[in-house]
């Protein structure tokens, strides 16, 4: 019998059932009401990303339809080990609270809880669940559009739009001073990567994702109030977003034009420093950072002594956050008038609208995913891998079908798989050809992505 099973995770109230299995065209779950699947609490739809300490998954709700996101450890850990990790007791004792100040308004994705799922041989996977965020990375951004990270080549016919890079300080920055005033010692980040500033286009009420997206600070694994050991400093935090956002500037500008590494401020005081001629949005967001640099270069001399101690407070961002959203708010389309006496609007740019639209389609598509399925003869899809190439979807997960006589999720059997495509250690593996439509456009569920 061919079938077509999903992986879904399974509620331990789920009654067995021995009527007939029959295959049902996947294309028909999306029309099905979901309060109708009570056997299942989440249905895969594809791996997000992998980080180093966990895989992150695009899951789907089957009893609200809501879209998720569910992290699972990459291991799995005796019961005296499985405490509960430190990102969730900030998440749930402090990140989550509001901001002292008005003027702060974090970005920062909303923590929905965690659980600790059994397998057979005792251990316990951690598995959390978190608000879907829906543009991948900054990383991600850099690497897909540009050629490299680190070394960023000019290249006329692709812009990163002025506006982003000033939203992008200004909106880290603002969930930055949330860590550092939320609770009475300063929180440091402390893996402030570009992997971990995601992106993200907000629903409107109607369902229609918005046309600028959002960064939200991500990946709270290393963040608490002690320091870096020896390389600590109280300004490494904003120091990898400045060198983000001047990898940012690099994008857009020849070598000869753009910013030195380390905040470091060529002739401060030449009135035209930061003017690129005939580029009004990029001569304000250079100005921006050199003016930011200052900032931060002034109060890194004033700290010089204790910079490198735990001790040592973090700057306080309010300045810099009021700079960039005012460099922001000139660069908004919506102020006409201003920004094309100036020259300061973009969005008439084929070079902006194709990046603007290449966002917004991305995360259009992470909502429309199917869900994840396989396809063959059931006993060959519990083959473990051994040559061909695996698809490395992390458990826990219940291989199932749904039963046309009832609308439910049924699991085939009552094996929970951990790793599919490993043959050692961890259990069986999972043979099987993904149908999602990503792999149509080049994204697969086996490739790593960043989180």
């Given at each position: ?29 999306e029309d099905m ?191 608490g109030w002690g ?152 006993e060959k899809c ?70």
């Amino acid at each position: 019998m061919v079938v077509r099973p999903l992986l879904c995770e399974r509620r331990d109230d789920a009654a067995p059932d021995s009527s007939y299995h029959k295959p049902l065209d996947v294309s028909s779950f999306e029309d099905m009401d979901p309060s109708r699947l009570t056997n299942s609490e989440n249905i895969h739809r594809k791996t997000a990303g992998h980080g180093a300490e966990a895989q992150a998954q695009v899951v789907r709700k089957v009893s609200s339809g809501e879209l998720f996101i569910r992290k699972v450890s990459r291991n799995r850990l005796e019961q005296h080990k499985c405490i509960e990790p430190n990102e969730f007791r900030l998440m749930e004792d402090y990140l989550s609270k509001p901001p002292r100040s008005p003027d702060i308004h974090p970005l920062i994705p909303q923590f929905y809880g965690y659980e600790k799922i059994p397998s057979r041989n005792g251990k316990l996977h951690l598995v959390s669940y978190w608000q879907l965020i829906n543009g991948g990375s900054v990383k991600d951004l850099i690497l897909t559009k540009y050629n490299s990270v680190r070394h960023t080549k000019f290249n006329p016919d692709q812009r990163f739009p002025a506006r982003l890079i000033a939203r992008m300080l200004h909106q880290v920055f603002s969930s930055l001073q949330h860590l550092y005033t939320v609770s009475e010692k300063p929180i440091f980040h402390k893996d402030l990567h570009p992997g971990n500033i995601w992106i993200h286009m907000a629903p409107s009420s109607g369902g229609e994702l918005s046309d600028v997206p959002d960064f939200y600070l991500g990946d709270f694994g290393y963040a608490g109030w002690g320091g870096f050991s020896h390389n600590h400093t109280a300004t490494r935090d904003v120091d990898n977003v400045m060198e983000w956002a001047r990898l940012m500037i690099c994008v857009n500008l020849p070598e000869d034009q753009r910013p030195p590494k380390n905040c470091v401020v060529p002739n401060p005081d030449d009135p035209h420093r930061g003017k690129i001629a005939g580029d009004a949005p990029m001569s304000a967001i250079l100005s921006l950072y050199y003016d930011l640099c200052e900032e931060l270069n002034f109060f890194k001399e004033e700290n010089s002594r204790y910079i490198r101690k735990p001790s040592c407070p973090p700057p306080d961002l309010t300045p810099l956050i009021r700079r960039a959203e005012a460099v922001e708010k000139k660069l908004t389309p919506s102020l006409t008038a201003f920004a094309l006496m100036t020259g300061l609007d973009e969005s008439g740019d084929p070079r902006i609208q194709k990046f603007m639209h290449d966002i917004k389609e991305g995360a259009m598509r992470k909502a429309r995913a199917q869900p994840f399925t396989m396809t063959g003869p059931v006993e060959k899809c519990l083959i473990p891998m051994i040559k061909t190439f695996p698809i490395k979807v992390h458990g826990p997960w219940f291989l199932a079908e749904i039963r046309a006589a009832t609308g439910r999720w049924e699991a085939i059997d009552d094996q929970t798989y951990h790793r599919p495509g490993k043959t050692r250690g961890s259990g069986r593996g999972l043979r099987a050809i993904s149908e999602s439509p990503d792999e149509n456009s080049g994204e697969s569920d086996s490739e790593p992505g960043f989180v």
